[in-house]
């Protein structure tokens, strides 16, 4: 069965307030709509992602999920699910899954229920949770009855549905600023079927939901932690890079890239605590593409590579191991600017120097030396 998803993020987010539509905020480090298309675009059974919103908003502020499909939202939720179904018409899909980008930790296991339930012949699926909690009616904070829970449910996203019959419901849906799609389909006639949703798979509408969120992803994630170390010789007539910044001496570092003997010993402690190698597998010496390249994209994909799997970098120490120059006079840009490559709190960084006095090829000025130690929380 060709499943494809959709992620609805058009939202402004006007509940949860601020200027910054809540998709965008950072969750552990990860905006909330990358961790919602990373739970689906990594999902064996999904075939294709598109995501509805803003895309100059999306650009700027989820640059990894720009690069898929982007459909332009409507004013209201079923407009803009309606306005995705539309962009999927042209290589339909046999069921489609659409998922608000609000809920960024839906579990492997509720997508997998969903699709089963499409797998066996169900005209749509929903995940939900029984009502457990005893419900008030209430007018102007008095309560003016008990509601009966018996049969009440709370229901999710990824909402699931066969694609033609949802498309064809949306077009023909006369209910106005339906709430979910379970609804539009509800009334053209569809069977909706229940699956099991999950309490993790929460929907952040409010800034303590957002709160929530954090802390289920803090319980998921376990500390690795990598080292890195890196030597460049001194070499005439190249300027010296050291942690991202311009440092002014009279010899540069010799390398195929620009040499930031700071940068590539952080690099490859952080690509040492994903156990993915080290800089030079991520970025081979021998391809002219990195002949004199900026460190900073070496740091900003090892950075990168701990988003795309849902974890974050913790902390961060660098230690510049040099007779000269001194560092202590651009330590405090060096840390703003690494803080900034991995977008991590200035807080998070440390950079510190040393010698050798005068001991060794450090010792005899010949170089720098850099070794490096990075925390990372993942999954």
Known sequence: ???????????SGTRFGGGLPKQFLPLAGMPILARSVAAFAAHRRVRRVVVVGDREAIRRHCPTVAALPVVAGGATRQASARAGLEALAEDAPDAVLIHDAARPLVPERVIDAVCDALA?????????????????????????????????????????????????????????????????????????????????????????????????????????????????????????????????????????????????????????????????????????????ADSALFLRHAAGRVAARGGRILHADVTLICERPKIAPHAAAMRARLADLMGIDVASVSVKATTTEGLGFTGRAEGIAAQAAATVLLP
């Open 1 to 11: 069965m060709r499943i494809d998803a959709l992620i609805l993020a058009a939202g």
């Open 120 to 292: 066996q012949g169900a005209e749509a699926a929903i995940p939900a949770l029984p009502v457990t909690d005893t419900l008030k009616a209430a007018r102007a904070g008095v309560v003016e009855r008990t509601v009966p829970r018996e049969g009440l449910h709370r229901v999710q996203t990824p909402q699931g549905f066969r694609y033609s019959a949802i498309l064809a419901a949306h077009r023909a849906a006369s209910v106005p600023d339906c709430t979910d799609d379970a609804a539009v389909a509800e009334a053209a006639g569809l069977t909706v079927r229940l699956v099991a949703g999950a309490e993790d798979n929460l929907k952040v509408t409010t800034r303590e939901d957002l709160i929530r969120a954090e802390a289920l992803v803090g319980a998921r994630l376990l500390p690795r932690v990598g080292t890195g170390f890196d030597v460049h010789r001194f070499a005439a007539g190249r300027p010296l890079m050291l942690c991202g910044v311009a440092v002014p001496h009279p010899l540069g570092l010799a390398g195929h890239s620009d040499a930031d003997v700071g940068i590539h010993a952080l690099c490859d402690a952080i690509y040492g605590a994903l156990g993915e190698g080290d800089i030079g597998t991520a970025f081979p010496p021998s391809d002219a593409r990195w002949k004199d």
